[in-house]
């Protein structure tokens, strides 16, 4: 379980430079951008705020997103 401390303090690394970037937490699982909706898988309690992850899942409705997130192996 990721804290609520850190959910507050993360923010979507594209957006958060132009508005707020505030996320979503969805599923226990996701980081959803209020914004520009992309979605940040969260692996192994990790969130994964990398940009082009959160651009593979930008046109997927939430949905639709696979439960647990699919990891590269």
Known sequence: MIPQELLDLLRCPVC?????????FYKETWLICHDCDRKYPIWDEIP???IDE???W??????SL???????K
């Open 48 to 50: 994964v705020m990398l």
């Open 54 to 56: 959160g651009d593979k």
């Open 58 to 63: 930008q046109a997927t409705d939430k949905e």
């Open 16 to 24: 958060v430079k132009e508005d707020k970037g505030l996320l979503t």
């Open 66 to 72: 696979p439960i647990p997130p699919p990891q590269p």
